[in-house]
């Protein structure tokens, strides 16, 4: 299992063709308190196309699809309880890189990982900032 990052501050753990896609540290820390998620129950996504929306106590801000495919499965427990889900937005701050995450694609192009960074890459980048 293999984790890329995009210069948006996204991560998409991939395994057997499927990403699974959430923000990083950095984002939610810069984000401040997660309050709602929003993520679509289906879709086909290319890269760079909208997969979440997130709002804080700060500021609302678009998830980007890092690759492109289709939609498989939505993280229920973060999405309001009147859409369907459980309604714990505050586990994207809590757990960022594990339970944290938005949502798994089936990649429809694998090439697109090259573009990605990987970990080191992604910390000197935030060094950078």
């Known amino acids: ?10 991560w998409i ?8 896609v959430g923000i990083t540290k950095y984002a939610t ?18 890269k760079g196309d909208d ?15 890092p690759v492109s495919g289709d939609l498989v499965e939505r993280n229920n427990a973060l999405v309001a309880e009147d859409e369907g889900g459980e309604g714990k937005p505050e586990t994207v701050n809590e757990a960022p890189p594990g339970a ?10 694998p ?4 573009g990605l960074m990987d970990e080191a890459a992604y ?3 935030c060094e950078g900032l």
């Open 111 to 114: 090439g697109e990982l090259d």
């Open 100 to 109: 944290g995450w938005f949502c798994k694609i089936s990649l429809s192009d």
């Open 13 to 20: 753990r991939v395994e057997d063709g499927v990403g699974t």
């Open 1 to 10: 299992m293999t984790t890329y990052y995009t210069e948006d501050h996204e």
């Open 123 to 125: 910390k000197e980048f």
């Open 51 to 65: 997969v979440a929306v997130v709002e804080s106590t700060k500021a609302a801000s678009d998830v980007y699809a």
């Open 29 to 46: 820390d810069q984000l401040g308190d997660v309050v709602y998620v929003d993520v679509p129950e289906d879709g086909t996504f290319a």
